[in-house]
């Protein structure tokens, strides 16, 4: 409160009104003379007006506005007749606005506007009241209290003390103001009740407002009393049901709706449900219990506690904690992916140490193929729980996730709740697929509806709208799976535990195969392992000349229709077994999917290869640089992003600035020639930086008229003055080089660390060049 505190009151009744008054405009409401009204003030202007008044004689000019509408009405939006008033108390709220106490002192008629600024202030006459004493007056005044002592009985806001107040009222004029002020009239009428000098025709308006306001609250009440009536009925009804259904079963005659409500009262009761669960199930039961079985909300609730009965509130399965079974689990079902297995592990063995530990939240982050799925599944065999997993790749609809709230017909719980039922157990594997690919829209944002889901400090509350119980899914080890970082919302990526994995080596692949499709195609294609072979050779050709992917998904189909071949010729007897070599993987796979195109798109001058990372891993593109007679303007096309135009761009002015030292002689070529820079596969949008010294490279090349050696590929940023930056995906890049061929990746200085991510063997079977500075790149990409 501010230090202006509450003022005293001063006599009203003493105080004289001088010609002219701050005019402070109503809205929405009327204050009469001999009344008592608060008032909330907001406006500076009328702020400033009763602090200024308060410090004064305290009395201003109350005019109501002619529309409410206007927020801040003018001298021409404002009544003639109004009340002046004095303010008896104000109060300061802290964020700035007055509450203000005032009490009507006499009625006035605006005679002139003085001034508008810096508030409304005029000049006003007083308007007496015209009372004439008269025995209709008598008579009107009488029955007026009478239709408001009955509106007083009906009104619920009307005090029962007003009936005493208007007893002690003796003239009718102030007998008229006391019932305007108190009566929720419209704004219009109690204007018009106020501009009436004559009290006669001011008690014959307001007789005819309350005997219309008496006839609402009588029809009010007399349909409440039909309600009522109609309740009662119906509870009577229910009360001879009652007794009828007791006759019923001192007969025998068992009726099937009780019995029914017996059997889901006894599940309740032996469900062991948590103690909100349990009262929500208890209330649910009482209802249905009222409900006739044709009734529709009865199937509703009947189906909500099969719901909360049918839930894991406390079935658990218990871990696997042995450590050396767990690795070897692991390992027997993937290869590689140590740093996935090593983190499984330290789980186990801090579960062993620590009992009641909260599940983690993993995200496996790679292309397709790398086995992120399989992976889960493997994780549940390892720790001995239930697996169960759902897809979000595309879903728009954040009731997917939580639910949809049981006012909606067909309403049912999201995804998890459902999930975990299907689990029977509340501590399973949850694996939440293509993360990366929700999606939102007018329907709501799933990705912010998965934050409670995927966040340890929120998920034991989980609260889903069908249920609107708490479910607890701390125990839960949730793993989601994406091929990109970057789609994953980074309040949702905070919450996870990111392990990236990359793609598969060469070597691995061949082991992979071995180890795992091969068995398993065999048994899909009803082959014995006996009946079919494959050499080294054979699956290395199928690797390098029929997939190039980072997974093994497009081997494994290979594989199967190498299987398929076998299993024809031995079914219809003209093969016991085989043994596939290159020369049948030729015969039957048909010509090579991807032949050695490096060498092929390489091979003429203005062509550079590069390395990039896509949502299926890495890849190698190639970047095209040509020339033509013009006038020095720069073409860039391939459906490139901004980022990677303006690394095209870079390039460009370094390339110029330094034409001298490439062996440029004419000054004046790149004014008379205009460059085209395309990076094919134009329906595949490109952006990034790391092309930089790519498309350095190949306009070096261009103008040099000198072949980029076909066993190079690079990546890293370039800037003006030729400094070559860090870039990511190192590991991607390189396995990308080492599936096109290529034996030499010439990256930026910087990334050095990075290699040591990339598999043993392919270090060793690429040669790396470490790039400071663009010169460095030039002097490795091409031959002198």
Known sequence: MSEAGVLEQEGAAELEIPPSLPVLPLRDTVVFPESMSPLAIGQERSIRLVDEAVAGNRLVALVASRSPEIESPGAGDLHTVGTAAVIHRMLRIPDGTLRVLVQGVRRVRLTRWVTEEPYLLGEFEEVPDIVPETKEVEALSKNLQGLFSRIIDHAPYLPAELELAMANVES????????????????????????????????????????????????GAKIQSQVQSEMEKSQREYYLRQQLKAIQEELGEGDPEQAELAELRRRVDEADLPEQAERQASRELDRLSKLPSASAEHGVIRTYLEWILSLPWHATTEDDLDLRRARRVLDEDHHDLEKVKERIVEYLAVS??????????????????????????????????????????????????????????????????????????????????????????????????????????????????????????SRVLF?????????????????????????????????????????????????????????????????????????????????????????????????????????????????????????????????????????????????????????????ITGQLGDVMRESAQAALSWVRSHAAGLGIGDADWFAEHDLHIHVPAGAVPKDGPSAGITIATALVSLVTGRTVSEDVALTGEITLTGQVLPIGGVKEKVLAAERAGIGTVILPRENEPDLEEVPKDARERTRFVLADTIDDVIAAALPA
């Open 172 to 219: 009718p004029s102030a007998l008229t103001y006391l019932i305007a002020s108190t009566m929720r009239l419209k704004t219009e009428e109690k204007q018009k009740l106020l501009e009436e000098a004559d009290v006669e025709e001011r008690l014959r308006r307001l007789t005819t407002i309350l005997s219309r306001e008496l006839e609402s609250f009588e029809l």
């Open 479 to 635: 793993i989601c799976t994406a091929n990109q970082l970057e789609p994953i919302p980074p309040p949702l990526r905070d919450r996870m535990e990111v392990i990236q994995l990359s793609g598969y080596t060469e070597d691995e692949k061949v082991a992979i195969a071995r180890r795992y499709l091969i068995p398993k195609q065999l048994e899909a294609n009803g082959l014995k392992p006996g009946q079919l072979t494959f050499t080294e050779r054979a699956l290395r050709l199928v690797v390098r000349a029929y997939t190039r992917e980072a997974g093994v998904r497009g081997l494994e189909r290979q594989i199967a229709a190498l299987c398929r071949k076998v299993a024809a010729q031995v079914a219809t007897g003209k093969l016991k077994r085989a043994r596939v070599d290159e020369k049948r993987v030729r015969a039957w796979l048909g010509p090579r999917r991807f032949p050695d195109e490096v060498r092929r798109r390489a091979a003429a001058p203005g062509v550079a290869t590069g390395l990039a990372v896509t949502a299926t891993g890495g890849d190698v593109l190639f970047v095209e640089a040509t020339a033509m007679p013009g006038k020095g303007a720069l073409t």
């Open 352 to 473: 062993k140490l620590k009992a009641d530990l909260t599940g983690p939240i993993l995200c496996f982050v790679g292309p397709p193929g790398v086995g992120k799925t399989s992976l889960g599944q493997s994780i549940a065999r390892t720790l001995g729980r239930k697996f169960v997993r759902i897809s979000v790749g595309g879903v728009r609809d954040e009731a997917e996730v939580r639910g949809h709230r049981r006012t909606y017909i067909g309403a049912m719980p999201g995804t998890i709740i459902r999930a975990l039922r299907d689990a029977e157990s509340r501590n399973p594997v949850f694996m939440i697929d293509e993360i990366d690919k929700l999606a939102s829209d007018w329907r709501g944002d799933p990705a912010s509806a998965m934050l409670e889901v995927l966040d340890p400090e929120q998920h034991s509350t989980f609260r889903d709208h069908y249920l609107d119980l708490p479910f607890d899914l």
